[in-house]
Protein backbone atom coordinates (compact mmCIF):
# COMPACT_ATOMS: atom_id res chain seq x y z
CA UNK A 1 0.00 0.00 0.00
CA UNK A 2 1.92 2.91 -1.12
CA UNK A 3 0.48 6.76 -0.67
CA UNK A 4 0.59 9.26 -3.19
CA UNK A 5 0.99 12.67 -1.54
CA UNK A 6 -1.08 15.58 -2.53
CA UNK A 7 0.04 17.84 -0.19
CA UNK A 8 -0.37 19.48 2.94
CA UNK A 9 -3.69 20.90 4.32
CA UNK A 10 -6.13 22.00 6.84
CA UNK A 11 -9.70 20.43 6.54
CA UNK A 12 -12.69 20.52 8.61
CA UNK A 13 -13.98 17.53 9.59
CA UNK A 14 -17.69 16.59 10.50
CA UNK A 15 -19.42 13.71 10.80
CA UNK A 16 -16.29 11.80 10.72
CA UNK A 17 -16.04 13.18 6.89
CA UNK A 18 -13.65 15.88 5.45
CA UNK A 19 -16.06 18.81 4.06
CA UNK A 20 -13.30 21.09 3.01
CA UNK A 21 -10.15 21.30 2.12
CA UNK A 22 -7.68 23.93 2.22
CA UNK A 23 -4.31 23.88 1.01
CA UNK A 24 -0.79 24.99 3.46
CA UNK A 25 1.04 25.65 0.37
CA UNK A 26 1.78 29.01 -0.76
CA UNK A 27 4.64 30.31 -2.97
CA UNK A 28 8.36 30.82 -2.09
CA UNK A 29 8.23 34.18 -1.98
CA UNK A 30 5.72 34.65 0.61
CA UNK A 31 6.55 36.69 3.63
CA UNK A 32 6.29 34.43 6.93
CA UNK A 33 3.70 37.41 8.51
CA UNK A 34 1.89 37.23 5.44
CA UNK A 35 1.58 33.40 5.42
CA UNK A 36 0.99 33.37 9.07
CA UNK A 37 -2.17 36.02 8.33
CA UNK A 38 -3.52 33.62 5.68
CA UNK A 39 -2.73 30.68 7.81
CA UNK A 40 -5.42 31.86 10.35
CA UNK A 41 -7.78 33.52 8.10
CA UNK A 42 -8.28 30.00 6.45
CA UNK A 43 -8.16 28.15 9.39
CA UNK A 44 -11.12 30.49 11.00
CA UNK A 45 -13.06 30.03 8.05
CA UNK A 46 -12.59 26.45 8.34
CA UNK A 47 -14.23 26.46 11.99
CA UNK A 48 -17.44 26.92 10.63
CA UNK A 49 -17.84 24.22 8.79
CA UNK A 50 -15.89 21.83 11.53
CA UNK A 51 -13.33 20.70 13.57
CA UNK A 52 -10.00 21.79 11.82
CA UNK A 53 -7.14 19.30 11.57
CA UNK A 54 -3.73 19.29 9.44
CA UNK A 55 -2.30 16.99 7.60
CA UNK A 56 -2.00 15.29 4.33
CA UNK A 57 -4.38 14.62 1.23
CA UNK A 58 -3.18 11.82 0.19
CA UNK A 59 -4.02 8.73 -3.23
CA UNK A 60 -4.02 5.05 -1.49
CA UNK A 61 -5.07 2.90 -4.58
CA UNK A 62 -7.92 4.98 -6.15
CA UNK A 63 -8.75 6.27 -3.08
CA UNK A 64 -7.99 9.99 -1.93
CA UNK A 65 -8.02 10.38 1.81
CA UNK A 66 -6.64 12.97 4.58
CA UNK A 67 -4.17 11.56 6.90
CA UNK A 68 -3.73 13.66 9.81
CA UNK A 69 -0.82 15.09 11.27
CA UNK A 70 0.20 13.14 14.23
CA UNK A 71 1.85 15.07 17.19
CA UNK A 72 5.11 15.25 17.87
CA UNK A 73 6.34 12.20 18.80
CA UNK A 74 8.51 12.96 21.88
CA UNK A 75 5.94 14.23 23.76
CA UNK A 76 3.68 10.92 23.98
CA UNK A 77 4.59 9.32 27.25
CA UNK A 78 3.84 5.40 25.41
CA UNK A 79 6.40 4.24 23.36
CA UNK A 80 3.91 2.11 21.39
CA UNK A 81 3.73 2.90 17.82
CA UNK A 82 0.76 5.29 16.60
CA UNK A 83 -1.06 5.39 13.82
CA UNK A 84 -2.19 8.63 12.02
CA UNK A 85 -6.32 8.81 11.69
CA UNK A 86 -7.38 8.76 8.30
CA UNK A 87 -10.31 10.66 6.99
CA UNK A 88 -12.56 9.85 4.16
CA UNK A 89 -13.44 12.73 1.75
CA UNK A 90 -16.93 13.72 1.54
CA UNK A 91 -18.73 12.91 -2.03
CA UNK A 92 -18.39 16.76 -3.04
CA UNK A 93 -15.29 17.14 -1.90
CA UNK A 94 -14.02 13.97 -4.32
CA UNK A 95 -16.57 15.92 -7.14
CA UNK A 96 -15.11 18.75 -6.98
CA UNK A 97 -11.06 16.96 -7.66
CA UNK A 98 -12.94 14.81 -10.41
CA UNK A 99 -15.44 16.88 -11.90
CA UNK A 100 -15.99 14.16 -14.93
CA UNK A 101 -16.17 11.10 -12.39
CA UNK A 102 -19.65 10.02 -13.26
CA UNK A 103 -20.11 7.66 -10.29
CA UNK A 104 -20.13 10.73 -7.70
Do not use: C
Not at 65 to 90: A, I
Request: no cysteine.
Amino acid sequence: MSDESLGQHWAAIRNGQVVKLVSMAVPTDIDKSIYNDYAAKQRAALSSLGEIRSGELVKRDDTYLFVQRLSHKNRSKSQEHRSPKTFPLHPQILKALHPDWPFL
